[in-house]
C-alpha cells in the first residue's frame, strides 16, 4: 500500500522558518558572571524546565498503534477484503459464461461464435476496468485519511517540540544512534488518542435543542 510522503517534515521546517522553535535553549539561564537571584523566604523555587533541541518519533509507529491510524487500517482492509470477495465472484461467473460460450460452439455458426466470443472479450475489459476503478477508490481513501493523520500529527509534533524546545524532529529511520529519551513516538499516540476521544465526545453531544426537556418547577 502506498504512502503519502510525510507532511510533518515540511511544517516541521516551515515552523522552524518562522522562528517558531528559535527559543535559545539557554535563554533565561544565569551566566558564569551574572547568579540567579536567591529566591524570598517561603517563596518556592519552580523546577528547571527539561530541553531536548532534536527529537524523533517513529512514524509508523504512531500510525499503527494510535486509534486514528488504527481505524484507517481497518476501514481500509475491510474494503480491499470486500472487494477481493467481490472480485472472487465475478470471476467465477465469467469463468462459468467463457465455459458455456465453448460448450456451445458445436451448435453454432462460425459467425455467431465469433460474435458471441467478441461480446464476452469486452465484457471482461469492462469488468477489470470497473474493477480497477473500485481498488482505486480505495487506495485514494487511504491516501486521503493518511494525508488527514498527517495534519494532525504535525500539529502534535509542533506543539511537542514547542514544550520541549527543540529545534529539529527527525523520523527514527533517519537516525543513525540515538538515546531512546529523545523518543516521543508515545507522547505523540497519546496525543492523537486524546484528540480522536475528544472528537468523538463532540459527536455524541446532543445539539441545542435537544436532549433530556428540563423539568418545569413545581408551583406551591
Do not use: H
Not at 476521544?197 to 408551583?219: C, H, I, K, R, V
Amino acid at each position: 500500500m502506498s504512502l503519502l510522503r510525510p507532511l510533518w517534515m515540511a511544517g516541521l521546517f516551515s515552523l522552524c522558518a518562522t522562528g517558531l522553535f528559535s527559543q535559545d535553549a539557554t535563554q533565561d539561564q544565569p551566566t558564569s558572571q551574572e547568579a540567579a537571584p536567591a529566591a524570598q523566604p517561603g517563596q518556592r523555587t519552580s523546577e528547571p524546565k527539561l530541553v531536548f533541541p532534536v527529537l524523533v518519533f517513529d512514524r509508523a509507529r504512531v500510525l499503527n498503534q494510535s486509534q486514528v491510524g488504527a481505524a484507517l487500517e481497518a476501514e481500509i482492509d475491510d474494503a480491499r477484503a470486500a472487494l477481493l470477495t467481490e472480485n472472487d465472484q465475478i470471476y467465477a461467473d465469467l469463468e462459468a459464461e467463457e465455459q458455456e460460450i465453448s460448450d456451445a460452439k458445436p451448435t453454432m455458426t462460425e459467425a455467431d461464435f465469433r460474435a458471441r466470443a467478441q461480446a464476452f472479450d469486452e465484457k471482461v475489459t469492462q469488468v477489470r476496468q470497473r474493477q480497477d476503478e473500485k481498488a482505486g477508490e480505495i487506495q485514494t481513501l487511504y491516501d486521503e485519511g493518511l494525508a488527514e493523520i498527517e495534519q494532525q500529527m504535525n500539529t502534535i509534533l509542533a506543539q511537542i517540540a514547542r514544550d520541549l524546545g527543540a529545534v529539529v524532529v527527525f523520523e527514527r529511520n533517519q537516525v543513525y544512534l540515538m538515546n531512546g529519551a529523545i523518543d516521543i513516538s508515545r507522547i505523540a499516540i497519546e496525543k492523537l488518542d486524546d484528540q480522536e476521544g475528544a472528537q468523538s465526545s463532540e459527536t455524541m453531544q446532543p445539539s441545542d435543542g435537544e436532549g433530556t426537556p428540563e423539568t418545569p418547577p413545581t408551583q406551591e
